[in-house]
């Protein structure tokens, strides 16, 4: 059966940490790895990874894959208050284009 | 660009009735989704549509749930009976096509008493 699993489940940090979130994945005819945080509403859209070893990068995030260990990592540097949310990562599989997603890393961020 | 829209934001309801859900996907996405979001999990597929074709409603409990994507534009998501464990959040999503990522609504949140 198809897996994502996110560790650690939750995190509590302070601001101007750096953290490090975990993806791992078993899933048939993988085809890409998303991650989202999600706030009090909807999960917004952070990164795609398609391709290992290639580091994706906005502003404070940053997220690589790899393919040959099956996980992702999401780095956040300089954490802030406002990044105090649940991260969730999610893989797709070729064909049917099904997403998966894990059960979401919980951070907070303490002032 | 408009999000993706989604109502009613809260409904309660006792186990046994009916409740339906709707989304306006954002304009020109052929890639429709509905997720069911248990407090604590991350979410489930229930259905994808392409344009108004299913593509995949593998995990929908079909005894009890239905869903209908006419004109391949807004979706609607019906649960008749409902159960005390289908008390989650239920997201819709939509995409401009199957590899790209999705626009999540703000969902609905579903009680059951």
């Known amino acids: 059966e198809d897996k994502v699993v996110q560790s650690p489940l939750s995190l509590v940090v302070h601001e101007g940490d750096t953290v490090t979130l975990n993806c791992s994945y078993e899933?048939?005819?993988?085809?890409?790895l998303l991650w989202y945080k999600q706030e009090k509403k909807a999960p917004t859209f952070l990164f795609m990874l398609t391709s290992s070893g290639i580091e994706k990068k906005s502003g404070r995030l940053s997220s690589i894959l790899d393919k040959k260990e099956l996980f992702s990592i999401l780095n956040i540097t300089a954490t802030q208050t406002g990044d105090s949310a649940i991260y969730l990562c999610?893989?797709?599989?070729?064909?049917?284009?099904?997403?998966?997603f894990g059960t979401g890393t919980r951070l907070k961020v303490l002032a | 660009e408009a999000g993706v829209a989604q109502s009613p934001r809260y409904k309660i309801i006792e186990k046994r009735q009916s409740v339906a859900f709707w989304c306006n996907p954002i304009s020109g996405h052929a890639t429709l989704y509905w997720y069911q979001q248990i407090l604590g999990q991350g979410p489930k597929l229930l259905i994808q549509?392409?344009?108004?074709?299913?593509?995949?409603d593998s995990q929908l409990p079909k005894d009890r749930f239905s869903a209908e994507r006419l004109k391949g534009v807004d979706s609607t998501l019906k649960i008749q009976p409902a159960k005390l464990e289908d008390s989650a959040v239920y997201l819709c999503a939509s995409s401009p096509d199957r590899n790209q990522p999705q626009h999540f609504g703000d969902g609905t949140r579903l009680s059951i008493l």
């Open positions: 899933v048939t005819n993988f085809r890409s």
């Open positions: 999610a893989s797709s599989t070729s064909g049917t284009y099904k997403y998966i």
């Open positions: 549509f392409q344009n108004n074709g299913v593509v995949d």
